[in-house]
């Protein structure tokens, strides 16, 4: 079983950053992928970035590209979330997420990834 923990959300003004990091336990972790999706207030929970575990590559969805930027460390089974220049649009619960390698489903999709954390409030102030 696979636990993840998200941590680094908080309170922050409009144009301010902020780096989440999502830590992996359990005993055996090789994801194919890890995402980060959000939820604000009255919406549906979204993409946001994903990064490939072995290949590094990264995607993003377009309302964050060039103010986000998704990592990760192997060694410390940990994927980061480094959020700069932050908009009041971007306050919302910031979930990480792991997908498995042979999911049928899109990457910027929820139904493609098997394990969640409990996520972590970002608030963005004006």
């Known amino acids: 079983q696979v636990q993840l923990v998200e941590s680094g959300g908080g309170l922050v003004q409009a144009g301010g950053s902020l780096r989440l990091s999502c830590a992996a336990s359990?005993?055996?972790?090789?994801?194919?992928?890890m995402g980060w999706f959000r939820r604000a207030p009255g919406n549906e929970r979204e993409f946001v970035a994903g990064?490939?575990?072995?290949?590094?590559?990264?995607y993003y969805a377009e309302t964050v590209k060039g103010r986000f930027a998704v990592s990760r460390d192997n060694a410390q089974r940990t994927a980061y979330l480094q959020m700069n220049s932050l908009k009041v649009e971007d306050t919302a619960i910031y979930y990480c997420a792991a997908r498995l390698s042979g999911s049928a489903y899109s990457y910027y999709t929820e139904a493609a990834y098997a394990y969640w954390g409990q996520g972590t409030q970002v608030t963005v102030s004006s």
């Open positions: 990064i490939g575990w072995s290949t590094g590559h990264t």
């Open positions: 359990g005993r055996t972790f090789s994801p194919a992928l």
